[in-house]
């Protein structure tokens, strides 16, 4: 349905002024859906006849086949290796076998390969460590390295507060918070010799955890390729670990370490498949998860593989009920290209996913055995809406959060709204496995099929296929742009109040204008109801004004709200600005702070913090106006 020019079998052509999408030799013809009216801060529909249909055709035995294959069958499968062409092959055969249109897309990631690695204790005593390499390092020579080691907790920046660590070696907490590439990029930047990662989980669990470093997120360009972590980095058990950690409280601890990687381009083989709406619509719902793996691949990601094949089967025998079309993406280059093949998808298909997709999907480790909690991240514009489904399904309210640019969130900058969602552990077991949020046997050949709950894991499963069928099927985008609008406020007023103090910043015009944003917003809302009042067949052409209004709102206010390398680019996996307050606004804010206004470094960032400031007011100008246009137009129809 959506890919560039570099993919020859699927074309967009202009037809006497109509566009046409066009995937294999399927022509569909843009057009809105239509469907039963939303409330202004959307709710999904109750369980439908559709619903039911499909909720009884889902099976846990075809699901639990495909992730039988793919862990005993297939097991580990890095980009570029005969193993994920083989579970790529399967994956389009399956898709192809359901009636969806199916490719493997191949194009060329930045990949690495671990080699091989070891740690030597040579003071206060000796001992040898068994390790393992981590992958995009910077490799050591053959006669390794050696230095003073310094414990630096989680790895992230508030840890190197009382320490100096340039020129030593770093060990630090598998923790998620920063995730591991991050760990890399600020120990790089602090400028330390090599780094050691000891995983989490209880100290018996003998798992070294794999993974990679790479930080920059999808491929490299000509400006961040230098950005790339130039440091040998090495994984070791948690019980190694805390030995360590031990020994540092007890005086100066050196070590002697050795690590080796590889740094390549492959080339991908990423499925992809398309499955057409019951009519001519050009809007769709991506749904995808990472085809690229470690270990055996049970929780970390055959589980979701398996369940969205599962959903796409099903969703292919209702597709005359489905009122938007539906993407599966099985994305290359998670694991070590950091998101190389969603950030590709997104790079290559910008046209059709910046106006047409409602949300992205994203189905990873579902069903981890002992986790209870329901957990999930969106953007607030669609919080209510999936929050609601879960406690309809679960019967018990779910823990929502932002995204925090991991997994495959390579859709902060265009705008599309991201949605994840999985069970995770009580805050009580997280303490008792050290944080070990994705398991203590994620990335490494622990990760069998026993790792999941059947019953929790079918759980997953048709929790997916209500989201993804109320998504598809809401005659308006379910977004409640009215929370939107309020996290906006609410993260410029963070800043006004961080801005306390420094005479030359005001932040009053920017919460003006949102001010003015929200009641447009209001006002729209308000129109929206009155058209939906309408019988169904006088309403098409206002509806889709409105579903293209909804879309441009969320796409011009994500790159300000959530990015600092804004809509084009892509910040760091994990990186410590995502998440904060406008970002772009934030950190000049926070260099300021610190300054002497009279210092020439304070009028450099306050020259960066005016031109930031433009670059925000543009987006919600810009949004103000596609708002009253489309208000004013609403008011002209019949």
Known sequence: MFYSNLHPFLLVIILSGSLTLAFGNKAVEAQSPADKPNQDTPRPNTS????????????????????????????????????????????????????????????????????????????????VIKARPVCHICSTHPEGLSGELVYAGAGGYEDYENIEVKDKIILTDMTWSPPRPEKARIAYEKKAQALIIMNWGTSDNPVIQMGAVKSVWGNPTPENFQKIPQLPVISITRAAGEYLQQLCTKGEVRVWLAAEATREWVRANQ???????????????????????????AICNSSGNAQTLELARVFAKHKDKLKRNIIFAFWDGHEIAEAAGSTYFVDANWDQLKKHCLAYVNIDNPGIIGTSVPMTKSGPEIRDFQMEIIEQVWQQPGQWSLPYKGGDESFLGIG??????????????????????????????????????????????????????????????????????????????????????????KLDDLLERTGRLEQAIQTLNEHKEKILSRPAAERIEAVDLINKAYIKVTR??????????????????????????????????????????????FHLWHTKLIREKNRVSDAIDNTIDHVILTTKFLEKLP
């Open 48 to 127: 439908s006849n559709v619903e039911q249909q499909i909720q009884a055709d889902l099976s846990l035995d075809e699901s639990y086949k495909h992730m039988t294959f793919l862990v005993e069958e297939v097991g580990e499968r890095l980009a570029g290796t005969k193993s994920i062409a083989r579970a790529a092959g399967y994956i389009k055969n399956e898709l192809e076998s359901y009636g969806l249109e199916a490719r493997i897309d191949r194009f060329y990631m930045y990949h690495s390969y671990p080699r091989e690695a070891a740690l030597r204790v040579i003071a206060p005593e000796t001992r």
């Open 271 to 297: 499925p992809v498949a398309f499955l057409p709406a019951a009519k001519p619509t050009d809007q769709f719902v991506l749904v995808g998860g990472h085809l690229e793996a470690w270990g055996k691949t």
């Open 416 to 505: 599309v709204p991201y949605i994840s969602f999985a069970t995770g552990y009580t805050p009580a077991e997280l303490i008792r496995l050290n944080y070990a949020s994705l398991s203590p046997w994620l990335h490494s050949e622990a990760d069998t099929i026993d790792k999941i709950d059947k019953k929790l894991y079918e759980k997953h499963l048709h929790f997916f296929a209500s989201l993804i069928l109320k998504i598809c099927n809401s005659e308006v985008a379910p977004y409640n742009l009215t929370d939107l609008i309020k996290e906006f406020k609410s993260h410029l007023e963070s800043l006004e109040r961080l801005s306390a103090g420094i005479e030359s910043i």
């Open 556 to 601: 011009q206010l994500s790159a300000v709200l959530w990015t600092e390398a804004g809509r084009y680019d892509q910040d760091p996996y994990g990186y410590y600005l995502v998440g904060k307050p406008i970002p772009r606004l934030y950190l000049p804010l926070i260099k300021m702070q610190k300054l002497i206004p009279d210092q020439q470094e």
